[in-house]
């Protein structure tokens, strides 16, 4: 199998929850490294089991338990923030990885329930730690199951991520065209001034 064909075989598997939990940034960075050697496929909490022997099957390598060291398998949940706690300060929208938290600074913010993959990063920036994962409603005596992470879910939750990361990365590099532009307007003025002041040396040299 090829390579990116792999990746992507790979990366289809995953929940897509992008929690960070495997030690990578996101699913897709997850699965170039199981793909490239560098990683088991064992580390996986959101996907558990399930991830485990699909991966294990598409690989051709023989089924493990849940590494603990990554944390451990639960039921699926999703951010739920006290409205009338929330200060506005927009740090849990800045770490949510599909864009599933609404708002803006200084103003109520709200989780998008089908968007929130549950993977709790919103929860450590919180300074009023007013956000709380509670566990989605499921069948009876179920806990997580695969279809939780239905093909429509776990696209959506890839596609917002490429978008927010693609945002991101047009913001930096604005940010870094503007910071450039200022050291250049910078070095343009410094050699100015520099011009002026040899200018104003030699009027004063030639009045000599």
């Not at 927009?90 to 600074?105: E, L, R």
């Not at 329930?113 to 730690?129: K, M, N, Y």
Request: proline residues 6%; hydrophobic residues 35%; positive net charge.
């Amino acid at each position: 199998m090829q390579r990116d064909a792999k990746i992507k075989a790979i990366d289809e598997w995953l929940p897509q929850t992008q929690c960070t939990q495997c030690s990578y940034p996101r699913c897709h960075d997850y699965a170039v490294a199981i793909a490239d050697g560098d990683a088991d496929i064992n580390q996986c909490p959101p996907g558990g089991d399930v991830t485990i022997r699909g991966l294990a099957s598409l690989l051709g390598k023989i089924g493990k338990p849940l590494n603990p060291k990554f944390g451990v398998h639960k039921p699926k949940q999703v951010a739920v923030i006290d409205e009338s706690v929330c200060i506005g300060c927009v740090m849990c929208i800045k770490a949510c990885p599909t864009d599933a938290i609404i708002g803006s600074a200084k103003r109520m913010h709200t989780v998008i329930e089908r968007d929130c993959t549950g993977c709790e990063l919103c929860l450590e920036p919180c300074p009023v730690d007013c956000i709380d994962m509670v566990d989605q409603p499921q069948q009876p005596d179920l806990t997580w199951r695969w279809e939780d992470y239905s093909p429509t879910a776990t696209t959506r939750a890839r596609q917002q991520t490429n978008a927010k990361l693609a945002r991101e990365q047009q913001r930096n590099q604005a940010k870094s065209s503007l910071r450039k532009l200022k050291e250049l307007r910078k070095e343009k003025g410094s050699e100015q001034i520099k011009m002026d002041i040899a200018a104003a040396i030699a009027r004063v040299k030639a009045r000599d």
